[in-house]
């Protein structure tokens, strides 16, 4: 089971759940970059040392999804991106499918040293 969770609220209730999940999902739907990724921090903080006991997916929708994406690979974190995500590649053009959203998220790895 993959518990997603959307606010340092949601964290606080997965960590009174007993039921084992193999992969947590931060989900980070503010449609602004900064406030998406404050949110994904406070979410990380809230989980403390869980985030080390489950593999931890962060994700966004929107506009900011390559900022988010950015961030959990600097992490290390896992990172999902797919046309249900966004339409738009990192410099703003429409991308052509999921294929390019995914090269471009693998070069996100790439350029950080970490692998996507």
Do not use: I, K
């Amino acid at each position: 089971m993959e518990a997603g969770l959307w606010t340092p609220a949601a964290v606080a209730a997965y960590q009174a759940w007993r039921v084992p999940c193999v992969r947590l999902l931060l989900e980070c739907m503010e449609p602004e970059e900064e406030a998406a990724l404050a949110n994904a921090h406070a979410m990380l903080a809230a989980l403390g040392g869980a985030a080390q006991s489950v593999p931890v997916l962060l994700h966004a929708e929107g506009p900011a999804v390559w900022a988010v994406l950015r961030e959990a690979v600097q992490l290390a974190l896992h990172v999902r991106v797919g046309l249900e995500d966004t339409r738009m590649m990192p410099d703003g053009t429409m991308a052509s499918g999921n294929r390019a959203l995914v090269e471009a998220a693998v070069t996100f790895g790439a350029t950080s040293g970490s692998a996507v």
